[in-house]
């Protein structure tokens, strides 16, 4: 997991507020995932994303979240109007992409709705 | 959607037992990984696994990739205190897009 950093490592937001969890991947990695985990869960996939392009966000609630992965710059998940719900570990994962699917996590940003 | 049942959910160890932990599905999948999480960090890649029927090690460690595809073992010889957090695997489907299934995870904890 070297390399995939996330920030902030704990985010605390008033029910209603926007949460920005930002992920930048190991560098020459094009490939990003977000995942969720609510405590004593494994990870739930959310979204992926390969530069610029959303690939798959079958995971991902339709409304309020958004993610995206611009040219310059880190990988963005976007909670608007969070609720209590909302609170949990979110991790970010890149990889190389192609035949090479070893995916290597950040430390997670833990999100509290307060 | 595709399931991952891991179990055992938890389990107590001993230093210098051997450990075992399965995750099976109920469907098949290209590629087996095995993760360890600790406390207030992200899961750290232990094994993968590309092949059905692969055997693979890692140090004290062991993973099967199963024969059908659906399944794979995890074993930790010789165990030692830090090998207590949380052990996940994880399979993923080339058909299904890059992303990951995780099972619920296997709590390693110290005998008291």
């Known amino acids: 997991n070297a390399g995939v950093m996330q920030n902030p490592r704990h985010l605390v937001r008033r029910r209603g507020q926007e949460a920005r969890l930002r992920c930048s991947p190991v560098?020459?990695?094009?490939?990003v995932y977000w995942y969720r985990q609510l405590p004593e869960e494994g990870l739930k996939f959310m979204v992926y994303?390969?530069?610029?392009?959303?690939?798959?966000e079958s995971g991902m609630p339709k409304e309020r979240f958004s993610a995206e992965f611009p040219k310059e710059g880190p990988s963005i998940l976007r909670i608007q109007q969070v609720v209590r719900g909302d609170s949990a570990a979110y991790f970010c994962?890149?990889?190389?992409?192609?035949?090479?699917?070893?995916?290597?996590f950040g430390q997670g940003t833990r999100l509290t709705v307060v | 959607g595709q399931q991952l049942n891991q179990s055992p959910q938890s389990m107590f160890i001993q230093e210098g037992e051997d450990v075992s932990m399965n995750c099976t599905s109920s469907?098949?999948?290209?590629?087996w990984l095995w993760y360890k999480q600790e406390p207030g960090e992200g899961p750290v890649l232990l094994i993968a696994?590309?092949?059905?029927?692969e055997l693979t090690s890692n140090g004290r460690l062991t993973a099967q990739f199963g024969i059908t595809r659906k399944d794979s073992f995890l074993n930790i010889s010789a165990s030692i205190p830090s090998d207590v957090g949380i052990y996940f695997c994880?399979?993923?489907?080339?058909?299904?897009?890059?992303?990951?299934?995780f099972g619920g995870g296997t709590r390693v904890l110290v005998k008291p």
């Open positions: 994962a890149s990889s190389p992409g192609g035949a090479n699917t070893e995916a290597f």
């Open positions: 560098k020459g990695h094009s490939h």
């Open positions: 994303l390969q530069k610029e392009n959303i690939i798959d």
């Open positions: 469907s098949i999948f290209n590629t």
């Open positions: 696994l590309y092949k059905a029927g």
């Open positions: 994880a399979g993923h489907l080339t058909a299904a897009g890059n992303k990951l299934t």
